[in-house]
């Protein structure tokens, strides 16, 4: 723990926006509660479990990583475990968000939405999948061709 947090203090130094990021084992959680109680924000990242999930809480970290997809990919239910998590934390009050990780597909981003999710993290051709629709795209077509015939008149 005592490295994580040499570490943490070094990058939290550099901006106010900074978050530590630190792995879900023992040390981590150690770590993460002497940094948040120095008022270091801490993201407690590889979260499979709502036990972990409210481990990271009461440890105090500002955020949380639940992988969901690297949990559907071993036919788990990666949502579920975001809602469990969210029940958990209103349930207690505990202010950590959850960052919602791996997501593998847009449906994950609205179920996550939908759950009450904080943040999401996702590759970028999510996002290009997320702002694609193929009625935006041929009303588009539509209006363009609704000026240009307009134009001609």
């Known amino acids: 723990a005592d490295a994580?947090?040499?570490?943490?203090?070094g990058l939290a130094k550099i901006h106010k926006n900074i978050v530590v990021k630190v792995p879900l084992i023992a040390e981590g959680l150690k770590?993460?509660?002497?940094?948040?109680a120095e008022g270091i924000k801490v993201n407690v990242t590889l979260c499979f479990s709502p036990t972990?999930?409210?481990?990271?809480?009461k440890a105090g970290a500002w955020c949380v990583s639940p992988f969901i997809g690297r949990l559907d990919d071993i036919s788990s239910n990666g949502m579920e475990l975001i809602r469990q998590i969210?029940?958990?934390y209103r349930n207690y009050d505990f202010k950590t968000q959850v960052l919602v990780a791996s997501v593998r597909h847009p449906q994950h981003v609205v179920e996550a939405a939908l759950a009450g999710g904080h943040i999401c993290t996702m590759p970028f051709s999510i996002f290009q999948q997320m702002v694609k629709h193929p009625?935006?795209?041929s009303g588009?077509?539509?209006f363009l061709a609704?000026?240009?015939a307009q134009a001609k008149k």
């Open 86 to 88: 969210l029940t958990i």
């Open 140 to 142: 588009l077509k539509k």
């Open 31 to 36: 770590a993460t509660k002497r940094m948040a």
């Open 135 to 137: 009625l935006t795209d």
């Open 4 to 9: 994580m947090v040499k570490e943490g203090k």
């Open 146 to 148: 609704d000026w240009e």
């Open 52 to 57: 972990q999930a409210l481990l990271a809480a």
